[in-house]
Structure formats: structure tokens, C-alpha cells
């Protein structure tokens, strides 16, 4: 019955769609070789650069957080805890531009680093709210034992963390962590919200000024495959880890 189901949509989608119409759309490549070489050399490395940066930033300040609502001071933990709430519950776009175009006009000066640093910092505090939670977990799940003999041998209980469960965290919230990566990377495209200047466009700003341009939707179409050339083989490592974790169980 479900092949039945697949095949009448699939005899529907032939003959109801106008296909000649669609590639005209989509995929009429000759009015895109201008991107070229700039949507590689400019756009995805800024698309790259802002990731990693944002990405950085949020797990830096992700396990610094975690650290704070695990910590034994009720203060550490309520802080830790109203960061997480905001900035998990704020819209990733509303944060950037408050980063952007707010921050600058409260300190009186612009956010270092400049578009960079702005993504780094906005894009970087909504990461961190998830990463802190996903860090809580990892060191949640490592067994308590393990810091308790760490303790026994005469380790502080700053560096029986860092040297003992944290590593072990890590190696148990790599798919989750990398999950992060791929919606940072897409996350990005949030960017061209700050006005950004042309040596830093990134994919979806670079596609969409091309759509306009050239009065066509192929160069959404050529950003969307840049994207999928980073998010595609990441996603596949995240499989292959949670696959690997799964059978070590």
C-alpha cells in the first residue's frame, strides 16, 4: 500500500509540474557563473568564519555555565540557570541584532572584531545557553566514583574535573556537540540581518543578492548546495559517532 501511495504521487508530481517552468527557476546555471570565485573564497569562508567563531564562543562560555549550575552555591546556580533561560528562549536573529546594533549604542563604541565579533558574541550566547545544557548532561552521566577516587588520590576538585570527567563528558557529548556545529553553520545566514558589507557576505546574503539581481532563483539553489557541502559529511559523522556509542553500550 505505501509503495501504491509513493508511485501515484510520484506519476502526480510528473505530470502536474511544469518542469520546463521549474528548471528555468531553479536551475538555469549560466546566469550564476558570476558568483564565481567569490561565492568559495569569500562567502563560505566568511560562512566558515563566523561559525567557528560563534562556535568558540559558545562552548568556551557553554562549560563555563555548565560548571555554574553544577556548582554547590545557590547563586552560581540560579545565574547559570536564568542565562540558559534567556538565551534558549530568545530568537537566535532578536540576540544577533541586539548584539549588532544595541551593544554598540549602549557601550558607545563598536563590538571588537567588528561584524566577526558581533557574530561571535550573539550567535556565541545562544549557543552557549544549549551547549550548557548538553555539558551538564555529558558530566552528569559520567559516574560519580570517578571524581570521587580522583579526590581520594589527593586531586582538587577543580582539576579532578578537568582531568578526569570533563575529558570523559567530551568523549560522551561529541554527536550532540557537533549537532551544535551544523545549526551554527546554518545559523549564519542570520547575519546578513547586520547590513554587512560586501567582503563580508556570507552564502545566503551572496545568493540572495544574485536572486535579485538576475531576476532568478538558481543562485538560492547554488548557496543552498555550498551549504550542503559542509552539513551533508558533518551529519554523516554525527550518525557514524551516535552509531559508535550506541554499540559501545
Known amino acids: ?29 549560466g546566469e550564476t557563473r558570476e558568483m564565481y570565485p567569490d561565492l568559495f573564497t569569500v562567502a563560505l569562508k566568511n560562512t566558515v568564519v563566523y561559525t567557528l567563531s560563534a562556535y568558540v564562543v559558545g562552548f568556551s562560555l557553554g562549560l563555563i555555565v555548565a560548571l555554574m549550575r553544577l556548582s554547590s552555591l545557590a547563586v552560581y546556580r ?10 534558549r528562549g530568545l530568537p537566535a536573529l532578536l540576540t544577533l541584532l541586539m548584539i549588532g546594533f544595541g551593544l554598540p549604542i549602549a557601550l558607545g563604541s563598536p563590538v571588537p572584531g567588528g561584524t566577526t565579533g558581533a557574530v561571535a558574541l550573539g550567535l556565541g ?25 580522583a579526590r581520594s588520590l589527593g586531586m582538587s576538585h577543580t582539576r579532578a574535573m578537568f582531568s578526569i570527567v570533563i575529558p ?23 547575519v546578513s540581518a547586520l547590513g554587512i558589507a560586501a567582503a563580508g557576505v556570507e552564502l545566503t546574503k551572496m545568493g540572495s543578492d544574485f536572486a535579485i539581481n538576475t531576476a532568478d532563483s538558481t543562485p538560492f ?3 543552498g548546495a555550498s ?18 556509542q550506541a554499540k559501545a553500550r
Do not use: C, H
Open 168 to 190: 570523559q563528558a567530551l568523549r560522551i557529548i561529541i554527536p550532540p556537540l557537533t549537532n551544535e556545529l551544523v545549526l551554527l553553520f546554518k545559523d549564519s545566514s542570520l
Open 227 to 244: 551549504y550542503l557541502i559542509i552539513t551533508v559529511p558533518l551529519g554523516i559523522v554525527v550518525r557514524r559517532l551516535e552509531s559508535r
Open 78 to 87: 540560579w545565574v547559570a540557570l536564568i542565562f540558559v533561560e534567556i538565551f
Open 221 to 223: 539553489v547554488v548557496a
Open 125 to 149: 550566547l545562544v549557543a552557549a545557553a544549549y551547549m550548557a545544557e548538553t555539558f551538564r548532561a555529558g558530566i552528569q552521566a559520567v559516574p560519580k566514583g570517578q571524581l570521587e577516587a
Open 1 to 29: 500500500m505505501q509503495y501504491a501511495v509513493f508511485v501515484v504521487v510520484l506519476v502526480v508530481l510528473v505530470f502536474v509540474i511544469d518542469w520546463p517552468r521549474v528548471q528555468e527557476t531553479f536551475l538555469d546555471f
